[in-house]
Structures are given as structure tokens and as C-alpha cells.
T-cell receptor, first 114, second 115 residues
Framework: QKEVEQNSGPLSVPEGAIASLNCTYSDRGSQSFFWYRQYSGKSPELIMSIYSNGDKEDGRFTAQLNKASQYVSLLIRDSQPSDSATYLCAVNAYSGGGADGLTFGKGTHLIIQP | EAGVTQFPSHSVIEKGQTVTLRCDPI?????LYWYRRVMGKEIKFLLHFVKESKQDESGMPNNRFLAERTGGTYSTLKVQPAELEDSGVYFC?????????????FGPGTRLTVT
């Protein structure tokens, strides 16, 4: 059974610091990796996607992928109180003709302290 | 561009009743997905449509759940009869294409409470 593991937190980070969120996955066939941000009672909002090993940067966000270690992370630089939310890691193991649904972790609750 | 919309936002029904949830994907998105999050658990995949065809319904919990997407536009998810364990938030997502490089965009969800 495919699994995605995240530390549920809460992870508390002071404003202006770097927040580091981690995720591991069990299916070695996983092809793509996504980070969603979800505010309480709202829909998951896609903030980053990554497909290749290494780093991908977008503004204050950096996603890191290590397929050998089955590990993906999200770094948030210069953390702001508005970054306080639950961050969901999602994995897609689509391999052409197979299942295309995302497998989610339970999410990490991030709190940015002013 | 309008995002994924879902209706209703919240539904409270009694055990044994029927409920129908609706999802309107982003215009032009052929791929539509249903997910569910029950309390304390992760979001779980239910099924996937490509246009009007069910591509994968491996996540559907049982035959009390029926999803349709007539005409390949909006989709409905009917629960009949509802049970207590069906309570949760039902999310719909859509994507432009199928495959690992296509991103899925989520709607606001329908919170279903079965009493």
C-alpha cells in the first residue's frame, strides 16, 4: 500500500526564519511530488511541484527531492505569519495507463510566531 | 479564470438518507478527481474521470457511492444510503491533462455530516 508520511506537528517557527517541512513516501515508482497549503476550512492550494532530483525554487519556497532516499522537503524562507497553515505532501505514481490519483500525507501544521 | 467549484459547501443528513454532491471543474479540464478526508485521516483518492469516462474508481469505498459525469462537464457524487462513517470532507480536483506532470487543482470541498 502506498504511503506518504509527514510529521503532523505543530511545527513552530519564528517570523523571518526558515521553515523546513519533510515528507517520505513508500512507492519507488512515484513520479511527481506536490506541496499543497491548506488553511483551516479551505481547499488545498498547490504551491510547489517537483519531478526531478534536486532543488526547485519559486520565490520564498524551495522544494527538494531525493528519489534514492524517497524523501521530499519544502523550505519556506523569511517565514511570515500568513504562512501558518497545514502543508500537505502529495505523490503521484502515474506510469502511463495506471492510477492517476494523488496519495497524500496527513499534513504538517506550521505555526509562524510573530 | 474560475476555479473548481463544489456544491453544497455543507450538508447535514440523517443515516439512511441520500445526498448528491456536485463538482464543476475548471473550464477545459478533461480530468476530474474525487477525494475524501475523514476526521483524523489523510485525504484519500476516490475516483478519476477522463471526460465522461471513469478511468479509475479503485478508491470508492463501496457500492453506496455512485459518481457520474454526463457530458464530460460537471460531476456528481451520490451517496445512497448514507452511513455515519461517510461523514467527512469531499474534495473535487481537476487537471488539464493526465500524467505525472499535470497538476491537480482542488475545489473548496463539501463537508458532509451524517447523523
Amino acid at each position: 500500500q502506498k504511503e506518504v508520511e509527514q510529521n503532523s506537528g505543530p511545527l513552530s517557527v519564528p517570523e523571518g526564519a526558515i521553515a523546513s517541512l519533510n515528507c517520505t513516501y513508500s512507492d519507488r515508482g512515484s513520479q511527481s511530488f506536490f506541496w499543497y497549503r491548506q488553511y483551516s476550512g479551505k481547499s488545498p492550494e498547490l504551491i510547489m511541484s517537483i519531478y526531478s532530483n534536486g532543488d526547485k525554487e519559486d520565490g520564498r519556497f524551495t522544494a527538494q527531492l531525493n528519489k534514492a532516499s524517497q524523501y521530499v522537503s519544502l523550505l519556506i524562507r523569511d517565514s511570515q505569519p500568513s504562512d501558518s497553515a497545514t502543508y500537505l505532501c502529495a505523490v503521484n505514481a502515474y506510469s502511463g495507463g495506471g492510477a492517476d490519483g494523488l496519495t497524500f500525507g496527513k499534513g504538517t501544521h506550521l505555526i509562524i510566531q510573530p | 479564470e474560475a476555479g473548481v467549484t463544489q456544491f453544497p459547501s455543507h450538508s447535514v443528513i440523517e443515516k439512511g438518507q441520500t445526498v448528491t454532491l456536485r463538482c464543476d471543474p475548471i473550464s477545459g479540464h478533461d480530468n476530474l478527481y474525487w477525494y475524501r478526508r475523514v476526521m483524523g485521516k489523510e485525504i484519500k483518492f476516490l475516483l478519476h474521470f477522463v471526460k465522461e469516462s471513469k478511468q479509475d474508481e479503485s478508491g470508492m469505498p463501496n457500492n453506496r457511492f455512485l459518481a457520474e459525469r454526463t457530458g464530460g462537464t460537471y460531476s456528481t457524487l451520490k451517496v445512497q444510503p448514507a452511513e455515519l462513517e461517510d461523514s467527512g470532507v469531499y474534495f473535487c480536483a481537476s487537471s488539464q491533462g493526465r500524467g505525472f506532470r499535470y497538476e491537480q487543482y482542488f475545489g473548496p470541498g463539501t463537508r458532509l455530516t451524517v447523523t
